[in-house]
């Protein structure tokens, strides 16, 4: 099991629900996308079937590699537990495209387990990754469960926009907010994962998460660290010459390149957004004016499948107004 790291308020608020023997039945975990929101969901269920098993566990939420419960929930078989996420649209390409919600059919499927009492204790857990993604019929077919919530059984809802949620839903939940993480946290956590990273694409994708470690490592394998250099050496010098903005379009407008441009994209305003902080006066506006530019260049980019040698480009100019002597 991945561990866990920040937000340790979120956590043991949870697990001081968890001792005091009345926990409620529909928790709401959110926060923003990437801070581990759904890997606490899958342990807090994990460890709430445990416990009610009557495993013998340490504190803390990890369960021991011997645990039955852990090996049930791995194998997918576990009784008492299922977890609704999105499904490959083709079912014989499981590493294609994911579908763009949670079907009421799956929402349906979990209905049978409710007709019998839990199986290997008194507790149950359904986890919904992200409840964000359940299409409207599938929503309100849930809804119905949490309002006449089967015995025994806890729902953990993962979020990334509980403001989008059926008021309803929100209203039956107990709300557990998740928090950004620090540089130091998420240089941990990037460590972790990557530990043949260098100290300098380590500090890379700690600044491209911006708190978010799922979105670090989003970014794994993408060389985040030349894309920044790149952007600062047009930001420092304004690129007068061109040199440096063709170099780059050429390098990111190869087909084998298309995941480092999309990362590119990405970087290119929230490098600007950076530099705006620093700011005062004209310069602010100019690095603000910027930035709306990049924003709305990479969301054209996106959504017209514009040329990527010519977006590259045009992003690094928009990028090179950040020189201190203008472009």
């Not at 107990?174 to 990273?197: G, K």
């Not at 978010?212 to 047009?234: E, N, Y």
Request: charged share 25%.
């Amino acid at each position: 099991m991945t561990a866990l790291r920040g937000n340790e308020t979120a956590h043991a608020a949870f697990a001081a629900a968890m001792a005091s023997g009345t926990l409620h039945h529909a928790w709401l975990f959110a926060g923003p996308e990437g801070v581990g929101k759904a890997t606490f969901a899958r342990a807090a269920a994990a460890r709430l079937l445990a416990e009610a098993a009557g495993e013998m566990l340490e504190p803390g939420f990890a369960l021991p590699k011997e645990s039955r419960t852990a090996k049930l929930i791995a194998a997918g078989s576990h009784p008492d537990y299922r977890e609704l996420v999105r499904l490959p649209r083709d079912p014989d390409k499981p590493d294609q495209d994911l579908a763009r919600s949670i079907k009421i059919e799956q929402v349906r499927g979990i209905q049978p387990m409710f007709a019998t009492p839990p199986s290997m204790g008194p507790r149950r857990a359904i986890v919904i990754d992200a409840i964000d993604d359940l299409e409207r019929p599938a929503a309100n077919a849930l809804l119905k469960n949490l309002e006449e919530p089967p015995a025994g059984t806890v729902f953990i809802l993962v979020s990334h926009a509980p403001g989008r949620l059926l008021p309803t839903i929100r209203s039956r939940c107990r709300l557990l907010r998740f928090e950004t993480l620090d540089d130091d946290v998420m240089a941990a956590i990037v460590r972790a994962q990557m530990p043949d990273a260098s100290v300098e694409e380590v500090s890379a994708l700690v600044r491209a998460g911006q708190g978010s470690p799922g979105r670090s490592l989003g970014f794994a394998g993408l060389d985040v660290a030349a894309i920044d250099r790149a952007l600062g050496a047009i930001a420092a010098e304004g690129d007068r010459d061109n040199r440096e903005r063709v170099k780059l379009s050429k390098q990111l407008a190869l087909k084998a390149a298309q995941p480092r441009y999309e990362a590119f994209l990405e970087r290119a305003p929230a490098f600007i957004a950076a530099a705006a902080r620093t700011r005062q006066g004209e310069a602010l506006r100019t690095a603000l004016d910027a930035h709306d530019a990049a924003r709305n260049l990479a969301a054209a980019a996106r959504g017209l499948s514009l040329d990527a040698q010519g977006t590259v480009f045009e992003m690094a100019g928009i990028v090179a107004r950040l020189a201190p002597q203008g472009f």
